[in-house]
């Protein structure tokens, strides 16, 4: 799967190309649909990984960015002063150290991600930044993920696109996950929703022809970069970028400094409860066979579970370094765009595709993070990870509400509406909740299908 510099020119294709355009002087959209040139492929084809180019061709590190991002064993691991940390520990990057570091399939998604860089709410996520790399938007990247090997990010295309022209260059093909957990009979859904609890942002699928505003591109880009980059600041925490041994591989000095990742601190001072929910997780998320315990197991039993412990989501229940991550981004989102997470157990309709009416909740909570021992952790998660919390805090305190539990019995779609007063005693709340008119309601059942896929999506680390 490594691609030396230059293997690119040996595609005949290309001279001819360039060739024509040169007597037909017209700026044609591409020969072939191949635009390439020094500066890499501003069109919007679909290509491999192996096609990424560096988007800023003057980055100081244009030369040795793809030899240390495409590499597929820990021996490639590049050495630290190759690829040093972007950030020093002490100071914030700045969006251009950022984008010297950025690998593209296609010119857009540099361009958007710049876009979405610099339209940052406030300096958090270029401060997270500092104990990556690099990273790798490619049009078929899926899932997106860290990995240690290369202490980078790579980041799945479906996120960036605004426009027709750039989601045709965004693979379509299915997350290779999508069947594990298939013998349980119960499902997780999770919404990323605003204060009255219709989605934060609409749901968009690949196949349907739509456009998006960048705002609505933008948002559950940030949600994703909070996760990845916790994850990167986790393997490697910032204070420690000062101390690291230069001459050794990025996997080396991630791996010598296991016992200070900030996850095991975490999970020892603010542990889960469920081992249950743990080897579910394996299941549903790592692809193990379930057991014949595991697949008799309710909605009902599981919620129970998850309603006595402190995780956000069941992902994170997968590993500490989920825990930690998904505590992060949903705190962060809630602070800077009064994101609110609702969750629940289903029990799973008995034929699939089913419309959202078929999916009836059994255990759910709507603001998972208003809950008290989950909005204690996430707190304390942003504490380790951030440089200064009060402002979230008082967030926190003063803005997030409290948690609600969704009505056992009635289906997801209608369990979504926040109730008018959190003050009030839960059953004048539940009888005074307001209904939303929601888009999911109404969906054909395969759509709904797609977009529950979608909204369960779970972003990974890899170490190797
Ligand atoms: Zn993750």
């Not at 958090?124 to 500092?130: A, I, K, Y």
């Not at 997780?188 to 349907?208: H, K, M, N, V, W």
């Not at 204070?239 to 591989?249: A, L, R, T, Y």
Request: charged share 25%; aromatic share 10%; proline share 4%.
């Amino acid at each position: 799967m490594f691609l030396k510099f230059g293997a690119r020119s040996n595609n005949s294709k290309r001279p001819l190309c360039a060739l024509l355009l040169t007597y037909v002087m017209v700026a044609l959209s591409g020969c072939d649909g191949d635009s390439h040139d020094d500066d890499g492929y501003d069109d919007y084809e679909v290509r491999a990984e192996e096609d990424a180019f560096p988007y800023r061709k003057n980055s100081p590190y244009a030369s040795i960015l793809k030899e240390c991002v495409l590499i597929g064993t820990v021996a490639e691991s590049c050495n630290v002063d190759q690829m040093p940390f972007i950030g020093d520990g002490a100071t914030t990057p700045s969006v251009d150290d950022v984008m010297d570091r950025v690998l593209v399939t296609n010119k857009w998604m540099g361009r958007r991600f710049e876009d979405a860089l610099r339209n940052a709410p406030d300096d958090t996520l270029l401060t997270l930044f500092s104990s990556t790399t690099s990273v790798l938007i490619g049009s078929d990247v899926r899932p997106s993920f860290y990995i240690a090997t290369t202490a980078g990010i790579q980041i799945d295309a479906n996120y960036l696109w605004v426009t027709e022209q750039e989601k045709s260059s965004v693979s379509v093909r299915e997350d290779e996950r999508a069947d594990y957990g298939k013998d349980l009979q119960f499902q997780f859904i999770a919404r990323t929703a605003d204060t009255t609890g219709e989605r934060l942002t609409p749901y968009f699928s690949l196949e349907q022809s739509a456009e998006r505003t960048v705002e609505q591109m933008q948002l559950p880009l940030y949600r994703l970069l909070y996760h990845e980059l916790t994850h990167a600041n986790d393997f490697m925490p910032r204070h420690k970028i000062p101390d690291v041994n230069p001459d050794i591989s990025l996997y080396d000095a991630i791996s010598e400094i296991r016992s200070e990742w900030l996850s095991a601190s975490f999970i020892s001072q603010y542990p889960k409860t469920s081992s249950v929910l743990e080897l579910l997780a394996e299941v549903r998320f790592g692809g193990q066979q379930a057991t014949e315990e595991q697949m008799s197991m309710t909605a009902s039993d599981v919620g129970e579970q998850m309603h006595a412990d402190g995780a956000m989501q069941f992902y994170s229940y997968y590993s500490e370094h989920e825990d930690l991550a998904q505590l992060m981004e949903s705190a962060l989102m809630a602070y800077h765009f009064d994101a609110r997470i609702n969750v629940g157990f289903v029990q799973k309709p008995e034929a699939t595709p089913a419309p959202c009416s078929e999916y009836l909740v059994s255990w759910g909570q709507r603001n998972r993070l208003g809950e008290s021992l989950v909005n204690l952790r996430s707190r304390a998660a942003a504490a380790l990870l951030l440089n200064d919390t009060q402002a979230i805090e008082a967030y926190l305190d003063n803005e997030l509400g409290l948690s609600e539990p969704m009505s056992s019995g009635v289906d997801w779609c209608q369990n979504q509406a926040f109730s008018l007063s959190v003050s009030n005693p839960i059953q004048l709340r539940n009888a005074a909740r307001p209904t939303i008119d929601d888009p999911a309601a109404t969906m054909n059942a395969e759509r709904f299908q797609d977009m529950l896929e979608f909204e369960s999506t779970h972003h990974l680390y890899d170490l190797h």
